[in-house]
């Protein structure tokens, strides 16, 4: 995900405005929001999360990720993870969290 955006001329650019800019470039009907800010999970209750139709997740902070996976699980806001090396995996469950990371097949 993070090599799609690194092209000559993106340099210096933020990763969340190629995002948006390729997104468009997909399909223009979709509206995103961006927030670039490092998510922590005392920060989480400031972004603009609310409206939202889908979450995605390019959080490296473990602690992070958790915080904002129940979050969407309490607002029933879909979430979709996003690595550039592993698959990564948060199941939210009988009030217990299960964070688990599989390396990508060879």
């Known amino acids: 995900n993070r ?3 690194a092209l000559p001329e993106t340099v210096g650019k933020r990763k969340t405005e190629i995002a948006r800019t390729r997104v468009a470039a997909i399909d223009p ?7 670039d800010a490092f998510v922590l999970p005392e920060t989480l209750s400031a972004l603009p999360l609310a409206d939202a139709d889908y979450i995605a997740d ?7 990720k958790i915080a904002l996976a129940v979050y969407a ?9 996003v690595s550039d090396t592993e698959i990564e995996k948060i199941k939210i469950e009988n009030g217990g969290i299960r964070y688990d990371r599989y390396p990508e097949a060879a």
Do not use: F, H, M, N
């Open 73 to 81: 699980k309490e607002q029933g806001i879909p979430i979709r993870y």
């Open 58 to 64: 390019a959080i490296d902070t473990v602690s992070a």
């Open 29 to 35: 009907s979709i509206d995103v929001t961006i927030c």
């Open 3 to 5: 090599q799609l955006y």
